[in-house]
C-alpha cells in the first residue's frame, strides 16, 4: 500500500514506511504495532514492495541509485546506477514496478527518449521495450500497468 506524504506499508505484516527523519534523510521502517520503535534505518525511499512483502524498490535519498533492500532487517540487496545502464542515461522513479518476486522494472531516458530497463535482484539489467522516441507516451505492459 503506497499512500501520500512519505508512507509506505504493508498489512499483510504490518510494517510501514515513515519518513520522520527529514536531516541526514533517513528513513524509518517501523510496525504498526509499536510505531515508535524503529526496525531500521536507511537514506532510502521505498516506492513499492514486491507481491510477497518481503523486498522493497525505491531510490537512495543521496543521490540517484535505484534500490533493493530487504524488509526485514534493510539489508541492502543491490544498486543500481545510471552507470550500470549505460552512459548518458537518467533513471526514472516515478514508475518502479516489481515484474515478478525477482525482477523490477524502471524507465531510463537519454537525449533522444525512453526505454524500459529489467533488472533481477541477482542478474543483469536487460531492455525490456523498443526505444520510444521522446520519451514515453502510453503503452502497457500485459499484467503489470499502463504507461
Request: charged share 20%; aromatic share 6%.
Amino acid at each position: 500500500m503506497s499512500l501520500d506524504g512519505g508512507v509506505l506499508g504493508d498489512l499483510t505484516s504490518g510494517s510501514l514506511m515513515v519518513d520522520r527523519h527529514r536531516v541526514g534523510k533517513k528513513i524509518d521502517w517501523t510496525r504498526l504495532a509499536h510505531p515508535a520503535a524503529s526496525r531500521w534505518r536507511a537514506r532510502f525511499a521505498a516506492e513499492t514492495l514486491n507481491d510477497t512483502g518481503r523486498r522493497g524498490v525505491g531510490r537512495r535519498t543521496t543521490d540517484n541509485a535505484v534500490q533493493i533492500r530487504r524488509v526485514s532487517d534493510g539489508a541492502l540487496l543491490r544498486t543500481i546506477t545510471a552507470a550500470d545502464i549505460g552512459s548518458g542515461v537518467q533513471l526514472g522513479f516515478v514508475d518502479l514496478v516489481w515484474e515478478d518476486t525477482g525482477h523490477m522494472l524502471f524507465p531510463v531516458y537519454d537525449a533522444t527518449g525512453g526505454t524500459l530497463v529489467r533488472c533481477g535482484i541477482h542478474a543483469e539489467c536487460t531492455t525490456a521495450s523498443t526505444h520510444h522516441p521522446g520519451g514515453f507516451g502510453s503503452f502497457s505492459i500485459p499484467g503489470i500497468r499502463s504507461y
